[in-house]
C-alpha cells in the first residue's frame, strides 16, 4: 500500500506511540485521524498539526470501547476523507498491582478496565474499521486494508504487578493469527507490533538514574526505545503487502526478567 493513498485511523494518537505513528504518516503524505480521548492537550495538539499538516488530519474525540463513540468517529472520518484503509491501534492503559498485597485482593476494576481498553477496546476498532475497510475498491495489489495492532513484551515476559496487563497484550498478541484468517477474505492484512521499554509519557517522568536503570536491561542498543521507531516500523508494516499474521518485537532484544 502506497503511504500517499492511505487514510489512516490511529487510536491513542494524541501522544507517546500514537502521536508518533500520526506524524510519520502525515509526513509522508498520508491522511490521519487520531482518535483519542478529550484531555488538556488535544486543542493545542490540533492547532499544532492542522498548521503543519492543513487539511490531512482530523482529531476526534473517541472512547475505543464505546461502540457509539467509534462509529460516529469512523462516519466523520469517511465523510473527510472518503476512505478508511489502515488502522493503527495504540490506544492503552497500564497498571501495577500485584495479584496479592498488604492491601488485600488486586481490585476486579482494575483488572476489567485494562482489559477492556487493551484488549476490548483494540477488538472494537478493528471490527468496526474492517466494516468499513471492506466497502473498499481493492487497490493495485488488491488490498482494502491494513491493520496494526499494538500488543507489548509483557505479553510474553511479564513482570510481577503486571497480570492484567500481560493478559491484556497477551489476548492483542494471540488474535493476530486468526484476525489475520478472518480478515483475509476481505483483503485485510493484520500484523501486531510487540514493543519493549519505550520513552512515552509514562517513562518520561521517571527521574533519570532510574530510565538508566532500565535502559541498561535492554541488550543492544543500550537506550530506550524511541516513539519514532515504532513509527517507522508502522509505516513498513503499511507499505510491505506480504506482511500478514506477524507480531515483530521492537526491544532491542530485551527479555523482561
Do not use: W
Not at 484531555?39 to 482529531?59: G, H, P, Q, R, Y
Not at 516513539?227 to 507480531?247: D, H
Request: glycine share 8%; proline share 4%.
Amino acid at each position: 500500500m502506497k503511504i500517499k493513498e492511505v487514510s489512516a485511523i490511529v487510536t491513542g494518537g494524541a501522544s507517546g506511540l500514537g502521536l508518533a505513528t500520526a506524524r510519520e504518516l502525515l509526513e509522508k503524505g498520508a491522511s490521519v485521524s487520531i482518535f483519542d480521548l478529550e484531555n488538556s492537550s488535544t486543542e493545542s495538539l490540533v492547532a499544532k498539526l492542522n498548521k503543519d499538516f492543513e487539511d490531512k488530519v482530523i482529531v476526534a474525540n473517541v472512547d475505543v470501547t464505546d461502540s457509539n463513540s467509534v462509529t460516529k468517529a469512523l462516519g466523520t472520518v469517511n465523510k473527510r476523507f472518503g476512505k478508511i484503509n489502515a488502522l493503527v491501534n495504540c490506544a492503552g492503559v497500564a497498571i501495577a498491582k500485584k495479584t496479592t498485597s498488604k492491601e488485600g485482593a488486586h481490585p476486579l476494576d482494575l483488572y476489567q478496565k485494562v482489559i477492556d481498553v487493551n484488549l476490548v477496546g483494540t477488538f472494537n476498532m478493528v471490527r468496526l474499521s474492517a466494516i468499513e475497510m471492506e466497502k473498499n475498491k481493492p487497490n493495485d495489489s488488491g488490498e482494502r486494508g491494513c491493520i496494526i495492532n499494538t500488543a507489548s513484551v509483557a505479553a510474553f515476559d511479564g513482570q510481577k504487578g503486571q497480570a492484567a496487563y500481560s493478559a491484556s497484550k497477551g489476548g492483542v498478541a494471540a488474535s493476530t493469527l486468526p484476525l489475520a484468517r478472518d480478515l483475509a477474505s476481505s483483503n485485510i492484512r493484520v500484523n501486531t507490533i510487540a514493543p519493549g521499554l519505550f520513552l512515552t509519557p509514562m517513562l518520561e517522568g521517571l527521574p533519570e538514574e532510574a530510565k538508566e536503570d532500565l535502559a541498561k536491561q535492554v541488550v543492544f542498543p543500550k537506550r530506550l526505545g524511541s516513539p519514532s521507531e515504532f513509527a517507522k516500523l508502522a509505516s513498513f508494516m503499511i507499505q510491505s503487502e506480504y506482511l500478514n499474521g506477524e507480531i515483530v518485537r521492537l526491544d532491542g532484544a530485551i527479555r523482561l526478567p
